[in-house]
């Protein structure tokens, strides 16, 4: 067998650590070039970073921060502190009159302030009472609550009972838990009225109120809010809701728009901290945003007005850049950026309109110092980039390197795995003769999980770069283990065809199947007789019936003779399956003794009964029948020995005065040429009836073992050799070419000389005795350790109509017109020789090809 180096174990163990390995490499840098990459740097981008298009994406993104803040604290210039903010007005987007037009109206400073509260949204408890005129009046809960305590209100409650410090205490703990919430629907009672209480009197005794249940919002930012400054003339927005005609009973609206108007004023505030963050001197960026309409202006840049704006733009412009100044018409543009296109500045132009400041009117400046003399976010960025840009390619060439290596691994595993060069059987392990499904599983589950482990490890923003790269590699390791265990396995179970053989499912069919069948059995059981089965059947049936009833009669009534009865059901029942069993014993028993060759062995019945009594009669009588049936069979062999023996010694006496007197005959010298040829006949038939004579003792002799060996270790090959050089002459006659191939190693038995002569003899004897003239007869000697085979095929002269098997059966020839000097015996000879010696002899035949195998256990 040809060795093939990817077969060798010490090879495969090096291979799954390199594949392994490189599994490894691949993901860490696969997973470096990802978070190098999400530092902004991009594949063959410039080197500098002022000319990469990470520097250009980070203004584009830093702009953006600036105007959005800029749009987000337009509010702040549209009111002075002390001017008034009309809710409405600013809701509905109209000019800003600064008066209270609309009823509800907050100083500007106020929402201010309020919105800076990080706490700002904090919602409180208002309640609705209902007045005896059927409009709502609005109160805070706390307020409410206070004149319950006061007796400035007092719950009047429809029995005598129910009147009680812990009932009202119970109503307003309610009411503070909103338990009262109206939610749209009309009613008699929504409110307190379902707890008993009838109204709600003044401290006249007057009814104030019919009923008071929670306020609840719509879901449309209308929750109300705890109120830190009052609105514009009043105490508080509940003031203004039910005492203004126009916010009457609409609480919703008032809160709505209130909590709209903090919103944006939250939003300028943040806006005016994120300009901060960019002031001239605190950044490397300046920006100047001017409304061409108004002439309003927002910079960072000292000394620039909205008379001077023009000439600074112009001599910002002038320089050498990186800047950009962004206008409503592209022509206007100015570019400084040096992979800026006419696309990307219509991005910008759309990302300045979208934020709603002075639509068609504007310019909008923003330029670098390219010495980044400010350790702001973007030299922050920069630093990254330098650091990072000079690793990002060669991490990802060798990535895609070390993936390309795996999968080489991956593809030599796959070809390898299961085999080796001691033979060309596919050899599985424990794991791979595990259910299928079970193993994929286990496989997918342990690798899932640990990849769970080692992501939520690496699940850490504050985490180095270089420690979830390692985290990437500790991916690939785990995922290149479980990896290579589940495919190789798989690999394996295909080429040994064991992939569906060890399937879960197909066990489960088999089972299924087995069911249907065993059912089956039990139908072909039942109708085979019906009589013994219906009786077990009735019986078991019996026993079940009486069972349930005892034990029923002993859990309801508890009756101890019940429990007696079936007690002593179940030690009749035990005591019949043990005997059944002992039974079943003997008779296993008798039957071993009985195959080990004990014919006179009987089965003790005395102790048996039923059918087991029957069963062991008939087994007794099937011994005897076998005992005489074995001692007629030995008689026969004996008698047939010794008739081929006696036969064969009353043959060879007159045969050899026969051939003896033949050669007296032919010293004599007999002149009539008659004579000479009768005698040379008669010789010819002499010495042939004396081979079949001896043929048929060594046939006897071989078939019953009867023969002494003489073992000892012989040097097979050259014994063919000796063989080979003997019959050269016979094969030359009938111009038969051997065509010989053997190892050039040496292959050393166990056998008989001799014998083992006469089986070479006799095979190559018939070689030259049936094959085709004019052919070429095969020699093969193979060492296959640790057997040695010898393989001699020829094409016969006559068909050959028979069995292999017939071949080698006594006086069988292949001339069927036995006109040859063979006497049938000779491969019969050769295969019960080569038998009692250990080997093995085969013969084949394929059409007119005889092939003859003789195959021996070398030392």
Not at 53 to 64: I, M
Not at 461 to 483: A, D, P, S, Y
């Amino acid at each position: 067998m040809k060795t093939k180096w990817y077969r060798k174990s010490g090879i495969k163990g090096l291979l799954v650590l390199l594949t392994v390995f490189f599994m490894v490499a691949a993901c860490a840098g696969a997973g470096a070039s990802v978070l190098i990459m999400s530092k902004g740097v991009q594949p063959l981008d410039s080197k500098d970073y002022v000319d990469s298009q990470s520097f250009t994406d980070n203004v584009y993104n830093l702009s953006h921060t600036i105007v959005d803040a800029i749009n987000e604290r337009h509010i702040l210039d549209q009111a002075d502190d002390e001017e008034l903010i009309d809710l409405k007005e600013l809701n509905q987007g109209d000019t800003l009159t600064h008066k209270s037009t609309s009823g509800l109206a907050y100083r500007a400073g106020d929402l201010y302030d309020w919105a800076k509260s990080p706490s700002w949204d904090t919602s409180t408890d208002v309640l609705i009472c209902r007045q005896p005129d059927g409009s709502d009046y609005y109160m805070y809960y706390r307020d409410f609550a206070d004149k319950i305590a006061t007796g400035e209100l007092k719950f009047v409650f429809g029995s005598d009972e129910d009147e009680g410090t812990e009932n009202t205490k119970d109503i307003l703990s309610m009411l503070s838990g909103r338990e009262y919430t109206y939610y749209g629907y009309e009613s008699d009672n929504i409110g307190i009225r379902n707890n008993g209480v009838e109204y709600v009197t003044d401290a006249d005794g007057n009814v104030a109120y019919t009923d008071v249940y929670n306020y609840e919002s719509s879901g449309n930012n209308d929750a109300p809010l705890k109120e830190v400054y009052k609105p514009d003339g009043a105490d508080s927005i509940l003031d203004v809701v039910n005492n203004n005609k126009e916010w009457k009973g609409n609480l919703s609206k008032a809160y709505q728009y209130l909590y709209e108007a903090l919103v944006q004023y939250s939003d300028a505030s943040y806006g005016e901290k994120i300009l901060k963050t960019y002031a001239s001197g605190a950044t490397n960026v300046n920006y100047m945003y001017v409304n061409t309409k108004s002439g309003k202006v927002y910079t960072n840049i000292k000394d620039v007005t909205s008379s001077n704006y023009l000439k600074t733009l112009d001599k910002l412009t002038s320089g050498a850049g990186p800047f950009m100044l962004i206008a409503p018409d592209t022509q206007d543009c100015v570019l400084g950026f040096s992979n800026i296109s006419d696309w990307t500045v219509s991005y910008w132009q759309n990302m300045l309109k979208n934020t709603g400041l002075a639509g068609e009117n504007y310019l909008y400046f923003v330029s670098v110092d390219k010495d980044f003399p400010v350790l702001d976010r973007i030299k922050q960025e920069k630093l990254v980039y330098d650091k990072f840009e000079p690793w990002l390619v060669p991490v990802m060439a060798g990535s895609v390197l070390a993936l390309i290596l795996a999968l080489a691994g991956v593809v030599i595993l796959t070809i390898g795995a299961g085999r080796n060069n001691e033979d060309k059987k596919v050899h599985l392990n424990f794991f791979d003769r595990c259910y299928t499904e079970i193993v994929a599983v286990v496989v997918f589950m342990i690798w899932l999980m640990g990849t769970s482990v080692i992501v939520q490890a690496m699940d850490d923003e504050e985490m180095r770069i270089v420690w979830k790269t390692i985290g990437f590699g500790t991916l690939g390791l785990w995922f290149g283990i479980w990896f290579l265990a589940g495919w190789l396995s798989l690999v394996r179970r295909i080429k040994a065809r064991s992939l569906w053989r060890d399937s879960l499912l197909r066990h489960i069919l088999l089972l299924v199947r087995k069911c249907f069948s065993k059912c089956s059995n039990l139908l072909v059981f039942l109708g085979g007789n019906m009589i013994s089965r219906v009786k077990i059947i009735l019986l078991f049936g019996i026993f079940i019936f009486l069972q349930f009833m005892f034990t029923g009669m002993t859990v309801e009534g508890g009756s101890a003779l019940s429990l007696l009865l079936m007690i002593v059901m179940d030690c009749a029942v035990l005591y019949y399956l043990i005997k059944k069993a002992w039974g079943r014993e003997q008779i296993i028993a008798g039957l071993k003794k009985i195959t080990d060759g004990d014919l006179q062995y009987k089965i003790p019945t005395e102790k048996l009964s039923g059918e087991q009594e029957m069963v062991a009669d008939y087994i007794n009588h099937i011994g005897e029948g076998l005992d005489a049936a074995v001692e007629n069979s030995l008689k026969n062999e004996r008698m047939k020995t010794e008739l081929i023996t006696n036969v064969s010694h009353d043959i060879k006496t007159p045969l050899t005065s026969i051939i003896n007197y033949v050669d007296l005959l032919k010293r004599e010298n007999p002149e009539d040429p008659k004579i000479r040829g009768y005698l040379e006949v008669l010789e010819n038939k002499a010495q042939r009836l004396k081979v079949l004579t001896e043929d048929v003792v060594e046939a006897s002799k071989a078939s019953t073992g009867n023969i002494a060996l003489e073992m000892t270790d012989l040097n097979f090959i050259e014994l063919v050799h000796q063989v080979i050089g003997e019959f050269e002459e016979k094969f030359e006659e009938r111009n038969l070419t051997m065509v010989v191939h053997f190892d050039e190693e040496e292959a050393i038995i166990c056998a008989d000389g001799r014998r083992l002569w006469r089986v070479l003899e006799n095979v190559f004897g018939n070689v030259s005795k049936y094959a085709m003239e004019n052919t070429r007869v095969y020699v093969d000697v193979k060492v296959d350790r640790p057997n040695v085979q010898l393989s001699l095929k020829n094409i016969s002269a006559q068909p050959l109509n028979i069995s292999a098997e017939e071949l080698t059966e006594r006086f069988i020839r292949g001339d069927v017109s036995r006109n040859t000097e063979g006497s049938g015996l000779g491969l019969s000879i050769a295969k019960d020789l080569v038998q009692l010696q250990g080997g093995e002899f085969k013969l084949y035949l394929d059409g007119d090809l005889f092939k003859v195998t003789i195959e021996f256990r070398m030392k």
